[in-house]
C-alpha cells in the first residue's frame, strides 16, 4: 500500500496485489476513486475491454467498451512519432517521474518515513475526440427501470 501526498490535502492510496483468488472478465484491472467520481478499466491492464466512468454529478455509470486499445499501441505511437517527427504523448521526464516514485516507495518502507519527490514533468495532454458521455450508454441506472 502506498500513499502519496500531492499537496494541499490532496491523496492518492495506491494498493496492488496478484493474489487474487478468482478474477472475472468484468473485474477492473485499474480503479481510480476521486471527488469528483469514479473510472475503472475493464478487463486486463494489457488487454483492456473499455471503461467505465462514474460522475457524481451524473449519478450514473457509462458503459465505455470496444475502445480499439491493444497492449502494443506504445510502440504503434513510438513508431508513427519517429515517421512523422511528431513528439510522443509520454516524454522521459514523466517516465523518470514514475520511476523516481516507485524507488523512492520502496525507499520509504523501508525506512518507514516519508520521503520527497525531486523530479516533475509537464502532464500530457490526450485528445480524445470526443466529451465524456457522448457515445456511452447508461448502466446501473435505475431510474431506467421498468
Known sequence: NLLLDFGDACYASIMTGFTMQAYHEDTPGIEVYG?????????EDWLPRGYKLYQNRHGYWEDHGGTGWHWTDGLRHAVECIE????????????????????????SGDTGRAIEIESTFTPP??????ESGELAHLIHDRSSAE
Open 125 to 130: 495532454i490526450f485528445d480524445l475526440g470526443q
Open 84 to 107: 512523422n517527427g511528431t513528439k510522443p504523448i509520454i516524454q522521459p521526464e514523466h517516465a523518470y517521474h514514475v520511476l523516481e516514485i516507485m524507488l523512492k516507495s520502496m525507499e
Open 35 to 43: 471527488s469528483k467520481g469514479t473510472i475503472q478499466m475493464v478487463g
